[in-house]
């Protein structure tokens, strides 16, 4: 006859169950799946080590323990895991939501990993990464010397699926090789990014309307488009940029100021201060009247020369009205740049995509803008002769490499000629202008149409921008040697797509209305609508009111 040994039972409150291990073991990695309601079943004389899991019995004071230690493990109420109790009989039967309950302590909780394919690189600004966007990092370029650190996308939660993106080629392109995928990848994100033709046409709408108000405000004066818009280097993002050009008699070097006092501007001189009065004035004027119209907001950007900001709350286009000097000689380079690269506008309409999302290009946080981005292609591209013209990707890496290797605390750039100066070495226009204290970090950019202006000399972000290029150009690199992932650009260019559906599908939808109804305006189309349901309903009731005011 043996001697019965007592069962040893361990009471800790932070006992150790084997069901937590099997719970991290299968259940965690596959919670998305659990979405359903389970029941499990406890009854009388078990030890409280049992898991809440197990079909086991228990007496109804054990139960209620239980509740509340599972509870407290998991960071569930009290209340909210007894108010789902139901008794049957001496049975009480607990309804537990695998998606909010987990029986481990906190510390001991771990998240569970993403499948990581071989030759996929981790890019730390794309998928669920995008939270606590360093806009602090961006806001510190402008007060001084800083670190360069890359920047991830702006915040989002939307969930990108790189298959899913419009740019992907079909079929995976498994057949191309890295740099092949890379072209075809770059050439359909640019017919992506482009407006369609019915964005051309609400485009075009919108800078009729906007004419049409200036020309009441200021009688005989047309505004002119320039700017993306002009040159064709557009995206369906992009702002439309209007400036008020010089009346008849004037040369196409100078401005005559908007009260019509006959005060001219040379071509590239910022006003004086008398001048700037004056046009500032008749800027608030206009900016008056265009409050005053239903569906717009106006609002003065401190700028170099008097700038007005209106944004339509319905189609939620914005444009810019400047009073600037005359843009005709800058088009006429970028023009003939075009046509020495014919690539030019794919490598700027992906740099441009790259540091939007990132808001690196944002100028008056210190980013690059459209112009000179667009001269940072050209000059990466004239200062790189050996890579071929007609190869895609290997122009759009090179353009990547030279600014991330650039010492920009030691060298300016030339594009006309093609070279690398001494910053503050002498000479005249920008190699004669010494470092700013402080600043030395700053790009010095010669400006082709204009030696004297810089073109990164308000860049203060380029830090930033040369860590980010660096950090995309060894994510490519890794993409391409495996040459296994469904889109190489997605990395770069995360949450583009998914954050601007719904105003590109608004702007698609009135821009559709109007080439059906050629006759029709625009502000047809939107009394037409008052009354149904739109994407911005509520923005439409307050540019109503404000035009009724």
Same mark, same amino acid.
């Given at each position: 006859?043996? &001697?019965?040994? !007592? ?21 965690? @990695? ?26 086991? &019995? ?14 407290? +493990?998991?960071?569930? $109420? ?18 537990? $939501? ?40 961006? =806001?510190?370029?402008? =007060? ?100 008020? @050009? ?16 006959? *005060? ?15 046009? *500032?004035?008749?800027?608030?004027? /206009? ?24 944004? *339509? ?30 690539? +030019? ?26 112009? @000179? ?32 290797? #650039? *010492? ?11 070279? #690398? ?6 000479? !005249? ?5 010494? @470092? ?39 994510? +490519? ?11 190489? +650009? ?15 599908? &608004? ?22 609508? =008052? ?6 309903? $509520?923005?439409? =009731? /307050? ?7």
């Amino acid at each position: 006859m043996h &001697t019965s040994q !007592s069962r040893l039972v361990c009471r800790a409150p932070n006992r150790f169950k084997p069901s937590v291990a099997l719970w991290q073991h299968f259940v965690v @990695p596959n919670k998305a799946l659990c979405q359903r309601r389970r029941y499990s079943s406890v009854v009388s004389n078990q030890p409280l080590s049992s898991s809440p899991f197990d079909h086991r &019995t228990e007496t109804h004071s054990n139960v209620l323990s239980e509740c509340s230690i599972d509870a407290s +493990l998991a960071g569930v $109420r009290k209340r909210d895991a007894l108010d789902t109790s139901v008794r049957q009989g001496n049975t009480i039967f607990r309804k537990i $939501r695998l998606d909010t309950i987990h029986p481990q302590p906190q510390r001991l909780r771990r998240r569970a990993r993403p499948e990581v394919v071989p030759g996929i690189a981790t890019c730390p600004g794309f998928g669920t990464e995008t939270a606590g966007h360093p806009i602090e990092d961006i =806001k510190l370029a402008r =007060k001084g010397e800083y670190e360069g650190k890359f920047i991830k996308n702006l915040p989002s939660t939307a969930i990108d699926r790189e298959e899913e993106q419009p740019w992907v080629i079909p079929g995976g392109g498994s057949k191309l090789s890295g740099l092949e995928r890379l072209s075809a990848e770059i050439l359909r994100f640019y017919d992506y990014a482009r407006p369609t033709k019915a964005e051309r046409a609400l485009r075009q709408a919108s800078i009729k309307r906007i004419q049409g108000i200036t020309e009441q405000i200021l009688p005989g004066t047309t505004l002119e488009v320039f700017g993306s818009e002009r040159t064709g280097l557009s995206l369906y993002t992009s702002d439309i940029d209007l400036r008020l @050009p010089p009346k008849s008699g004037t040369s196409e070097t100078t401005i005559q100021a908007a009260d019509g006092s006959g *005060d001219l501007l040379t071509a590239g001189e910022p006003p004086s201060k008398t001048e700037k009065s004056k046009m *500032d004035d008749a800027m608030r004027q /206009l900016k008056i009247q265009l409050k005053k119209s239903p569906m717009l907001f106006a609002k003065p950007q401190f700028a170099r020369f008097p700038l007005i900001s209106v944004f *339509d709350y319905v189609s939620r286009l914005e444009t810019q009205i400047v009073l600037s000097h005359d843009t005709s000689h800058s088009r006429e380079l970028m023009e003939g740049y075009i046509q020495e690269f014919p690539y +030019l506008p794919q490598i700027y309409t992906l740099l441009k995509v790259m540091l939007d999302v990132r808001n690196l290009s944002n100028v008056y946080l210190g980013g690059i803008g459209s112009y @000179p981005l667009f001269m940072m292609a050209v000059a990466a591209l004239k200062h790189r002769p050996h890579v071929a013209k007609n190869n895609l990707a290997e122009q759009f890496l090179a353009v990547l490499d030279f600014w991330a290797k #650039l *010492d920009t605390y030691k060298h300016g750039v030339s594009i006309e000629p093609p070279e #690398l100066f001494e910053k503050g070495s002498g000479g !005249s226009g920008v190699r004669a202008q010494p @470092p700013k204290a402080g600043f030395e970090f700053l790009l010095s950019l010669e400006d082709p149409a204009n030696p004297s202006n810089d073109l990164g000399g308000q860049g203060a972000c380029i830090k930033h921008v040369q860590a980010t290029f660096r950090q995309l150009e060894h994510q +490519l690199a890794v993409d391409m040697k495996w040459n296994n992932r469904p889109s190489l +650009l997605t990395p770069l260019v995360p949450h583009h797509h998914t954050i601007n559906r719904v105003p590109r599908e &608004t702007q698609e939808r009135i821009g559709r209305w109007l080439l059906e109804h050629p006759d029709r305006s625009y502000e047809s189309y939107v009394e037409e609508h =008052k009354g149904k349901k739109l994407q911005n309903v $509520r923005y439409l =009731k /307050l540019g109503a009111k404000k035009g009724a005011a």
